[in-house]
């Protein structure tokens, strides 16, 4: 059974950082691209960042470009999300994915979720 724990989530004020983490049980992600999404109550969950298979490719939401960074360790099926210069409109619940097979953009690419980590970011 595949499971996806995330973690590094919490409160943190506007211009700070905070370091996701993501690692993935049951099954090898190696071959499949990796992705964040986000969700605020009321709105659909909205692509954050995603990584192919052997890191061959990164891809960010215009509004984090710049200030996010996406990794993958695969020898520890693990991706995580760097996000420094934090504004309060970062403030979601976070969501990694795993599995996808194409660029990994879409939640419907993905077949396997994390249970989600809160991210707060005051002014």
């Known amino acids: 059974q595949v499971h996806l724990v995330e973690s590094g989530g919490g409160l943190v004020q506007a211009g700070g950082s905070l370091r996701l983490s993501c690692a993935a049980s049951g099954r090898s992600f190696s071959a499949y691209a990796m992705g964040w999404f986000r969700q605020v109550p009321g709105k659909e969950r909205a692509f954050v960042a995603a990584i192919r298979w052997r890191g061959a490719g990164t891809y960010y939401a215009d509004s984090v470009k710049g200030r996010f960074t996406v990794s993958r360790d695969n020898a520890k099926n693990t991706v995580y999300l760097q996000m420094n210069s934090l504004k309060p409109e970062d403030t979601a619940v976070y969501y990694c994915?795993?599995?996808?097979?194409?660029?990994?953009?879409?939640?419907?690419?993905?077949?396997?979720w994390g249970q989600g980590t809160q991210v707060t970011v005051s002014s």
């Open positions: 994915a795993a599995g996808a097979t194409g660029w990994g953009l879409s939640s419907r690419e993905y077949d396997n």
